[in-house]
Each structure stands twice: as C-alpha cells, then as structure tokens.
C-alpha cells in the first residue's frame, strides 16, 4: 500500500471527527486588516511554529500564517485564480466560477472544481495551500486540512491585492512588476480612449443577472477599477449618486436611461433572459440608438484578478479604439 493510501483513513477519520465537533468549534478570528511582508516577518514564528527554508510566514488577514515557500498544489476558493495563475503557480482546484470562466477553460480543464463544502474531495487533491474568502465557511476545519489564507473583498484595492497574492506564493517581486506595467498600460489606454470619445464622454456599465438589472461604481469587477480609476473615464452622475460607493446599484428597465451613459458596456450572459433588449426603453436609449454598446461575455469579466484584467483592457481597447 502507498503511504498516501496508508494516511488517508486517518485524515478522513480526522475530518469526521472535526466536522462532528462543527458546533463547539471557535468561530474564525475577526479580519484585522494587517496584511504585510512575509519576508519581514519571516524571524517571528512563534504564533504560527517553527519556520524552515521549506515554508515562510505570512502575515495574513488572520494572523501570522507558516506557508510553503514553493507551493505546488494550491487551491483557490475564491475570485483569485486568475492572480495565481499569472504567477505561475500549479492549481489542483478551483472553484466553480473559475471553472465555467470561458477565458479560462483550456488553462484550467486538468484542475478539479471543488468548494469549501467539499472537504473529502480537496482532502484527496493533496493541497499545500488553500486560498479563499474571509466570508467562506469551513474555514478551520479547511486549515486542518493545508495552510488556509483568506482575504476580505475589497479590503485592499485591487491591485494591491495581487501583490498580496504575490507575497502569499513568495513571488511578490514578479507580481510588483506586473502592477506597475500594468496601471502603465491601463492609463495610457485611458489617454488614448479619451482622446477619441472626448473628455466629458460618460460610460455606464451594466449587466443583467436573474432578470435584474444592474449599475457599477468603480471597484465592482467588470472592468469598472481599470475604466473608471486607471483610465479616468466619466461616469454618469446617476451612477455616481446610486452605485459609486455601495459598488452595484439594482435597477429597473424603467429607470435604465437615467443611469445610462454616452457608451454602454454591457456585461452579458449568453443564458440569461436578456428579454429587455427587445423593448423600446432600451432601444431608445441614446448609446443604443447610436451603436455605442460594447457586450461582453460576463462569465468572463466579472472579476479583477490579474488575468481577467488583462482581458478587460484588451476588451476595451479593441471596443473603444478598433484594436485587434
């Protein structure tokens, strides 16, 4: 019998006795928001066991955390699998939103979906770390499991996230340099897209998702962070008024042309009934009748993991400036 087959009764016997104690187990520490380099920290592991060249300390959302130096079987439970995948990390599992993401079938059809209810599935994965969300369930009985690092949504901008996902897999040189070249990028597609539809021009962003329709502010995904923060593209008071700080604002199809800008970018999911496209409302709407809708395949941009990012600013630089 190999080892791994040798173990596996007793980590499974483990899991159930962690899970029959679900009820008494401590609730996961309140996020504190420190979140710096592992490498500094790297002399204090006391809270988080011995450290070894093999593994470092990271200083996550929860507290001082010892990690692979070199992980080789991570698994993302969260929007971050396009950052791990930039770094050039090995993935095992991924969670379903990653899996059903066009832009990333081929990159991820070897990677199991799994999710943190999935526990016997991602125990059998191996994995020597897991990535999530801050507000994801199981998150102990996840780290009896293989180092567990969770962040809070929007806890940090955007692209600071990637850096911490950059020190978290002991690559933060790597990921610094692709943000800087990145926002250098971003604001020069901004200079050069402005410079065609002309400063005051207003961009909405909208998308349709359970027959309902919505409105973004400026760091909800959809390529919103690179339009609205990188490139400085106008967004329309309404939207300013209603969704800027919550992030998305729920809308009517009746009140759609009050929010709706000079150009509409419209995120869009091919299965979704998208009904509304055929009334007079939306094809009233001025950027409808003038042929400035930009559709995109949501399942596809929804978020802004690095590689996402890169896909949203090909998006709009082909849209707005007739690139290939």
Same mark, same amino acid.
């Given at each position: ?14 899991? #159930? ?15 504190? $928001? ?10 204090? &592991?006391? %809270?988080? $066991?011995?450290?070894?060249? =093999? ?31 930039? #770094? ?21 059809? *070897? ?5 943190? @209810? ?25 780290? @009896?499991?293989? !180092? ?26 790597? %990921?610094? %340099? ?10 020069? &597609?901004?200079?050069?897209? +402005?410079?065609?539809?002309? @400063? ?9 998702? =359970?027959?309902?329709? /919505?409105?973004?502010? =400026? ?7 690179? #339009? /609205? ?6 967004? !329309? ?9 919550? $992030?998305? /604002? %729920?809308?009517?199809?009746?009140? #759609? !042309?009050?929010?709706?800008? =000079? /150009? ?5 999911? !091919? ?11 939306? +094809? ?37 400036? $007739?690139? *290939?």
């Amino acid at each position: 019998m190999k080892p791994k087959q040798i173990w596996m009764p007793f980590i499974l016997l483990l899991l #159930l006795v962690i899970s029959a104690c679900g009820s008494n187990t401590a609730a996961p520490p309140v996020d504190t $928001g420190a979140q710096h380099s592992n490498n500094e920290q790297s002399s204090d &592991s006391n %809270a988080a $066991g011995e450290n070894s060249p =093999d593994t470092i300390i990271y200083e996550s959302e929860r507290g001082p955390i010892q990690v692979p130096a070199d992980p080789q079987r991570v698994i993302v439970l969260a929007s971050f699998t396009g950052n791990v995948m930039q #770094l050039g990390v090995n993935l095992v599992g991924v969670d379903s939103w990653s899996k059903t993401n066009p832009h990333f079938e081929e990159a991820l059809k *070897d990677v199991e979906e799994v999710s943190e @209810e999935s526990l016997e599935k991602i125990i059998e994965l191996e994995p020597d770390l897991i990535i999530g969300f801050s507000t994801m369930n199981n998150i102990e009985k996840l780290n @009896e499991i293989a !180092p567990t690092v969770t962040f809070t949504y929007n806890q940090v901008d955007y692209l600071t996230q990637h850096i911490e996902i950059g020190k978290l897999l002991n690559k933060e040189a790597e %990921a610094q %340099a692709w943000v800087d070249q990145f926002r250098e990028r971003a604001r020069q &597609s901004g200079d050069e897209i +402005r410079a065609k539809i002309g @400063e005051e021009s207003t961009v909405t962003v909208i998308e349709n998702f =359970d027959k309902q329709i /919505y409105v973004f502010g =400026d760091n909800w995904g959809r390529g919103t962070e690179i #339009l /609205y923060q990188e490139m400085r593209v106008q967004m !329309p008071e309404k939207v300013k008024e209603m969704a800027l700080e919550a $992030g998305y /604002y %729920a809308l009517s199809l009746e009140v #759609l !042309p009050e929010f709706a800008g =000079d /150009y509409l970018v419209f995120s869009k999911h !091919p299965e979704t009934d998208n009904s509304f496209m055929e009334t007079d409302t939306y +094809r009233n709407i001025p950027a409808v009748k003038n042929n400035r809708v930009f559709e995109v395949d949501s399942r596809s941009f929804y978020f802004n993991d690095a590689l996402t990012l890169e896909h949203q600013l090909a998006f709009f630089r082909k849209s707005f400036l $007739g690139e *290939d």
